[in-house]
């Protein structure tokens, strides 16, 4: 089982960034994915999560209207488009996969908000 962020990088404020996470080793299409992140000195936090169909979508309250989950159940990769953001985004962003009997992480990717 693998999940492969990338697109984290340093942006200025109200910049945007896309993260990418590519799954691999189990069925994409029957799991629940999230974004999460924990910023320096802060717990991991869920950031947004995707139904495994794609129609159902949930948001932490401090990124409702800035950021946008999507999913690719074709290409087994989930995204997150992030406007707006802001120095408090800050964080490593960390991508997850949910079911009832699975629950796996990715590395995570970097993103940091600094002019």
């Known amino acids: 089982v693998q999940l492969v962020e990338s697109g984290g990088g340093l942006v200025q404020p109200g910049g945007s960034l896309r993260l990418s996470c590519a799954a691999s080793?189990?069925?994409?299409?029957?799991?629940?994915m999230s974004w999460y992140r924990q910023g320096p000195g802060k717990e991991r936090e869920l950031v947004a999560r995707?139904?495994?169909?794609?129609?159902?979508?949930k948001y932490a309250d401090s990124v409702k209207g800035r950021f946008t989950i999507s999913r690719d159940n074709a290409k087994n990769t989930v995204y997150l488009q992030m406007n707006s953001l802001k120095p408090e985004d800050t964080a490593v962003y960390y991508c997850n996969a949910k079911s009832f009997w699975a629950d796996y992480w990715g590395q995570g990717t970097q993103v940091t908000v600094s002019s």
């Open positions: 995707i139904s495994s169909a794609g129609d159902s979508t």
């Open positions: 080793g189990f069925t994409f299409r029957l799991y629940d």
